[in-house]
Every structure is written in C-alpha cells, then in structure tokens.
C-alpha cells in the first residue's frame, strides 16, 4: 500500500548483517516499516540519525525510502573501535499522515577471523 494511503505507521523489524566480513568496513541495516493493519508500506521517508548525548552512534543523518515490500535498506560505515560493541540508533518513519520514532541499539558483531588465522587455531 502507498503512504499515502497508509493507516498509522510502525517500525516492525530492523536487521543487520556486516558486510565485507574480514575487515569488516560496513554494516547493512534493513528497516521495515508497516501500518496498523500489518501491511507493508511503499515509499514511506524513513531516516536513521545519531541519538543527543551519546558517544556510540552515528553521523550524519541518513535518509531512505521504502520499497513495496516495506523495507528500506542503509548502509553504515563502521570504525576498528566498533565491532563488539553497542550501536546508538533514532529510527524516524513518516507518512503524509503519521510519524514514529524509535531510539534503539544494534550490537555490532565481531570480526570473523581471515582463513590463517582459523588454520593456526586449529593446529593448536
């Protein structure tokens, strides 16, 4: 259903998978948006921006919209200090006619060790 259209807005799921594994440079965030029917909502502007007052977080402001299926997709870059520790996110999701804002944290996965270094473990 379009935005337009839609009845309430909620932020139903948010996911996240790290990308280029080794070194481990990116995180992708899924966000999926809905109304209050459970219905997947197109082109509704979500954004994810840093929270006030807290060091783990992200700048600047991203903007994205939502596809048919009600997802969004970002793409964060993440620093050597990251892995292992707790992301700081404000997740903002509007329609012409409603709006939610969530504040939520995402731990960030640890690094999957590179091939040799797994062989050397495994050899002790």
Same mark, same amino acid.
């Given at each position: &259903?379009?935005?337009? *259209?839609?009845?309430?807005? @909620?932020?139903?799921?948010?996911?996240?998978?790290?990308? =280029?594994?080794?070194?481990?440079?990116? &995180?992708?965030?899924?966000?999926?948006?809905?109304?209050?029917?459970?219905?997947?909502?197109? *082109? !509704?502007? %979500?954004? %994810?921006?840093?929270?006030?007052?807290?060091? *783990?977080?992200?700048?600047?402001? =991203?903007?994205?919209?939502?596809?048919?299926?009600?997802?969004?997709?970002?793409?964060?870059?993440?620093? @050597?200090? &990251?892995?292992? @520790?707790?992301?700081?996110?404000?997740?903002? !999701?509007?329609?012409?006619?409603?709006?939610?804002?969530?504040?939520?944290?995402?731990?960030?996965?640890?690094?999957?060790?590179?091939?040799?270094?797994?062989?050397?473990?495994?050899?002790?």
């Amino acid at each position: &259903m379009s935005a337009s *259209s839609a009845r309430g807005v @909620k932020i139903t799921r948010v996911q996240q998978r790290l990308l =280029r594994t080794k070194t481990g440079t990116q &995180m992708r965030l899924l966000v999926t948006v809905r109304d209050r029917r459970a219905r997947a909502i197109r *082109s !509704a502007t %979500i954004s %994810i921006g840093p929270v006030a007052h807290v060091t *783990s977080t992200i700048t600047p402001l =991203r903007l994205g919209s939502s596809n048919r299926s009600g997802q969004a997709t970002f793409v964060l870059p993440l620093t @050597k200090s &990251m892995p292992s @520790k707790r992301l700081r996110l404000q997740l903002v !999701a509007r329609t012409p006619t409603a709006q939610v804002r969530i504040l939520t944290s995402i731990l960030v996965p640890k690094l999957r060790p590179s091939s040799q270094t797994r062989l050397a473990l495994a050899a002790h």
